[in-house]
């Protein structure tokens, strides 16, 4: 009897162990990564909650993302606590300070045949483009 469920144990494990490998070897070729562009001015109450919101769903969904922080001049610690979070996950989180509108237009082209999604956090409308949201 503890052969037989043993042997059930060992089936049902190796089922398991193929169904993994199989959706790891071809998950990575499926998608492109989503760029998330979030332009910030004096949002230290919610940026810590965006990016790690951002980060949640892209693991809930199985979806790559980076995301670049582009500050508009913040006065409080925005780019603090973006830049704390950026150190834990360097691979995820890019860090930049807004010079000039050409700024934009660069890093746009720079991801022109992926997928950017760009964010105003001080707009509504375009908060509704942050995955929880839809």
């Keep these: ?22 959706r790891s070897r ?11 562009v979030l332009i910030t001015r004096n949002n230290a109450m919610q940026i810590e909650w965006y990016l790690r919101t951002l980060l949640f769903v892209s693991r809930l969904k199985a979806r790559t993302i980076h995301i670049v922080v582009m500050d508009e001049r913040s006065e409080d610690d925005t780019m603090a606590i973006a830049g704390r979070l950026a150190a834990t996950r360097p691979d995820h989180i890019e860090i930049s300070e807004w010079n000039e ?7 746009i082209t720079r991801y022109e ?22």
């Design 101 to 107: 509108s050409a700024q934009l237009d660069q890093l």
């Design 1 to 22: 009897m503890i052969v037989g469920l043993l042997s059930i144990f060992g089936a049902y494990g190796l089922a398991i162990a193929l169904v993994h490998l199989g």
């Design 113 to 134: 045949n992926e997928e950017v999604v760009l964010v105003r956090l001080s707009n509504e409308k375009e908060m509704q483009n942050i995955p929880l949201f839809q």
């Design 26 to 36: 071809f998950r990575w070729n499926r998608r492109k990564p989503i760029h998330y």
